[in-house]
């Protein structure tokens, strides 16, 4: 069975904090998602990685940026968080079919 | 650039009953890959549904199918015997076939959320 996992399901922060998202995948897939979801807006790419140390931007990075030290986790990092930036985030895994799995999700709150 | 529309923002359906959720999508691509993704109220977004552009038979897992119309750029999700486990966000989403750059994502629809009456 396929597993994504997040760090944390939720997670309240004050504007300021460096603020960091986990997400580990157990399939050895190559491509990883950061995605964040807002009521009406649909989800929207942050960054994704094609592979260790490979990272690409996506449609909104302004304000993050991840990390992929190890094939199996990538890292979502809030480098002095907002309010703008709550919200949720998912994270994703993808096969060579182009199936994306995704984890449960972070809900953050920042204040 | 690719773009992924879903016209319904609600739909209803009875227990038992059949729905069909529509996509469209706007694409100068000819080879990509089109998904149906479920997200029921707890929030784990999970496949439901996968179409390669270059087949022309429609993709079916069980109660779930598609009607692919490459040409009118459509890709509508029927649902058959609804479920009230079927009550969820739906997305239709849109892919190419690269790996990489900028065009390694997933484009999203912004869904249409599905409702079950027993």
């Known amino acids: 069975d396929v597993k994504v996992t997040q760090s944390s399901r939720y997670l309240v922060k004050r504007t300021g904090e460096k603020v960091f998202l986990e997400c580990v995948q157990d399939?050895?897939?190559?491509?990883m998602f950061w995605y964040r979801q807002d009521p009406g807006l649909g989800l929207r790419l942050i960054y994704f990685?094609?592979?260790?140390?490979?990272?690409e931007k996506g449609d909104i990075p302004e304000g993050y940026s991840v990390s992929r030290e190890k094939k199996e986790r990538f890292s979502l990092i809030l480098e002095s968080a907002s309010t703008n930036q709550t919200s949720m985030y998912l994270c994703?895994?993808?096969?060579?079919?182009?199936?994306?799995?995704f984890g449960p999700g972070t809900r953050l709150t920042v204040t | 650039a690719q773009t992924v529309t879903q016209s319904q923002p609600e739909m209803s359906v009875q227990e038992a009953e059949t729905v069909t959720l529509s996509c469209t999508y706007d694409t100068s691509e000819s080879d990509y890959y089109l998904f149906w993704y479920k997200q029921p109220p707890s929030r784990q977004m999970i496949l439901v549904i996968r179409q390669e552009a270059y087949k022309q038979q429609n993709a079916t897992e069980n109660r779930f199918s598609v009607n692919f119309q490459k040409a009118a750029k459509s890709f509508s999700l029927k649902i058959s015997d609804s479920q009230l486990g079927d009550a969820a966000m739906y997305f239709c989403a849109y892919r190419r076939p690269y790996y990489g750059g900028s065009q390694g994502n997933l484009i999203f629809g912004k869904g249409t959320k599905l409702s079950v009456k027993p």
């Open positions: 994703a895994s993808e096969n060579s079919a182009h199936e994306q799995y």
């Open positions: 990685s094609y592979d260790v140390k490979m990272k």
């Open positions: 399939m050895d897939h190559e491509n």
